[in-house]
Nanobody, 126 residues
Framework: QVQLVESGGGLVQAGDSLRLSCAAS????????MAWFRQAPGKEREFVAA????????AHADSVKGRFTISRDIAKNTVFLQMNSLKPEDTAVYYC???????????????????WGQGTQVTVSS
């Protein structure tokens, strides 16, 4: 079992930055690929970014490419999402996930992530 706890969300203005954190506990953190997904009100959950188990490979959705950056600190069992130049359309609940998306070549598919956090709200005002 892996437990994931997100933090760092909040209310910001357009153009601001936020850094989300996801602290993992339980089974070996570095055996899992990690990802961030988000869900806006009335919309389906969507892929944001993923990072491979040893941190060498990353992927970002087109909608956040150039603005968001995923990273991980294996020693601290933590994955981060640095979000810059935030837009109102980035408003959503952001979820951290652990699984095998990269290992199985399905980095953006939710079903390849076995463990999920409770989510953290990000609200961007215009």
């Amino acid at each position: 079992q892996v437990q994931l706890v997100e933090s760092g969300g909040g209310l910001v203005q357009a153009g601001d930055s936020l850094r989300l954190s996801c602290a993992a506990s339980g089974r070996a953190f570095n055996t899992y690929d990690m990802a961030w997904f988000r869900q806006a009100p009335g919309k389906e959950r969507e892929f944001v970014a993923a990072i491979a188990l040893r941190g060498g490979l990353t992927a970002h959705a087109d909608s956040v490419k150039g603005r968001f950056t995923i990273s991980r600190d294996i020693a601290k069992n933590t994955v981060f999402l640095q979000m810059n130049s935030l837009k109102p359309e980035d408003t959503a609940v952001y979820y951290c996930a652990a699984g095998t998306g990269f290992q199985r070549n399905h980095i953006a598919t939710m079903t390849f992530y076995d463990y999920w956090g409770q989510g953290t709200q990000v609200t961007v005002s215009s």
